[in-house]
């Protein structure tokens, strides 16, 4: 079923705006996030209420008329929404994603029109990685040249395609037999023939993204409907540094989720330990104090993930190989250290709370499975590696959309 925008969008006007709108809903999803996991509801009515805010086209173009935002409060507007839903926090990351795509290689025609449809509240999916092959970054779905010039045929299958059944448009990874087999982004609709998108995501966290699997059967694409991806990377470049620092936020958010809970737990439904003889569990002063390290933990966390989004601020206001190297690894750091806290944090959450936190009606372990299972997007100990060989050596990051 495609995504439904609204009639008429709300158009944000500026980052203070979108951080109270982001508060707001993140307030209004989380009251329902613990039943939606549990039961696997398909958060529908919460995405299209996300399209109506105006959240979606804060990073379009003031001179196409959006807010176009600061990533420090891109950044934020996701910690906000994973504090709340991990799962619906990481539905519009890919979306984020395609906007800069468009924002740095599509032409003006092409960005008039579908940053336009961004703004109307349409979202993009995702259609890029593939199983069975030999990497994450080896493609064989393809896009070849129709025989009357009018356009392309796409064919493929791709998966863990978060976003896609929701979607409006799925921007789909291929390579161009046209351009060397090297890679483009297609822009398809989600309701175009030839189109499948199967619910079969069947993952032990993150279980209400829908990150299931596209079929793309011989799918015409007009020609003013793909974006030339490879040049992204041929010079200095924040998308792998803006897409990863998502991830970060997305981590950072549930820790934080989850270590409210567990200090409302303790707060409210804890009994103490006996030997305490305390009243409460919260006076107790061993509990205080794991609070206290999880505490330092997660400000930890949140001070790399906004220096990483200054930097890549920074170096947008002046992108060179330097300011790029230099948001690439602070990302990479930010990165790195909010998977491990994300993870931590959240099983800590049933070391401070005890033995009933561990209940399934509580749906508690839902912070847990969303950490274990979103930071395997990709391994921390390569990002320690890159930033390794940087400090060491001056190595410069690779341009690969990763890192």
């Not at 468009?102 to 960005?111: A, D, I």
């Not at 493929?156 to 789909?172: C, E, N, R």
């Not at 998108?197 to 003013?224: E, K």
């Amino acid at each position: 079923m495609p995504g439904s925008a609204p009639a008429a969008a709300h158009v944000i006007e500026d980052d203070t705006e979108a951080l109270k709108v982001a508060a707001e809903l993140a307030d209004a999803f989380r009251a329902g996030a613990a039943r939606r996991d549990a039961e696997r509801e398909l958060p529908r009515a919460e995405l299209d209420r996300l399209s109506a805010s105006g959240l979606l086209a804060v990073t379009v173009p003031t001179e196409h008329g959006g807010a176009d935002v600061t990533v420090v409060t891109l950044a934020e507007i996701f910690r906000l929404l994973a504090t709340a839903d991990a799962s619906l926090a990481q539905i519009p990351q890919s979306h984020f994603v395609y906007v800069n795509v468009l924002r740095r290689q599509g032409t003006p025609e092409q960005r008039a029109f579908l940053l336009g449809e961004v703004l109307a509240g349409r979202r993009f999916g995702n259609a890029q990685s593939e199983a069975g092959t030999r990497h994450v970054q080896d493609f064989r779905t393809r896009l070849e040249p129709e025989p009357d010039g009018d356009g392309y045929t796409l064919t493929g299958v791709k998966h863990y395609t978060t976003g896609a059944l929701f979607a409006d448009w799925i921007p789909v990874l291929a390579k161009a037999a046209h351009d060397g087999d090297r890679l483009h982004v297609a822009y398809v609709p989600r309701d175009e023939p030839g189109v499948t998108v199967v619910d079969d995501w069947d993952g032990m966290g993150q279980r209400t993204t829908a990150s299931g699997t596209v079929r793309l059967d011989r799918v015409h694409v007009p020609a003013d409907r793909v974006v030339p991806h490879h040049r992204t990377f041929t010079g200095p470049q924040l998308h792998g540094a803006t897409a990863q620092l998502l991830h970060a936020a997305i981590d950072v958010g549930i820790a934080g989720g989850a270590l409210a809970e567990a200090a409302e737990f303790v707060r409210t439904r804890s009994r103490p330990w006996f030997e305490s003889g305390l009243e409460r569990a919260a006076d107790d002063p061993l509990l205080i104090q794991r609070f206290g390290e999880l505490a330092v933990q997660l400000r930890a966390a949140e001070a790399l993930l906004t220096t990483a989004a200054r930097a890549v601020d920074v170096a947008r206001a002046g992108l060179t190989d330097g300011s790029a190297a230099e948001a690439s690894i602070a990302v990479a750091a930010a990165k790195a250290f909010s998977a491990t806290a994300a993870v931590e944090i959240s099983s800590a959450l049933f070391e401070v709370a005890g033995t009933r936190a561990a209940l399934n009606g509580l749906n508690l372990h839902r912070h847990w499975r969303d950490a274990r299972t979103h930071t395997l997007h990709d391994p921390a100990r390569w990002k320690v590696q890159h930033i390794g060989r940087h400090l060491l050596n001056g190595t410069p990051p690779p341009r690969h959309g990763l890192l």
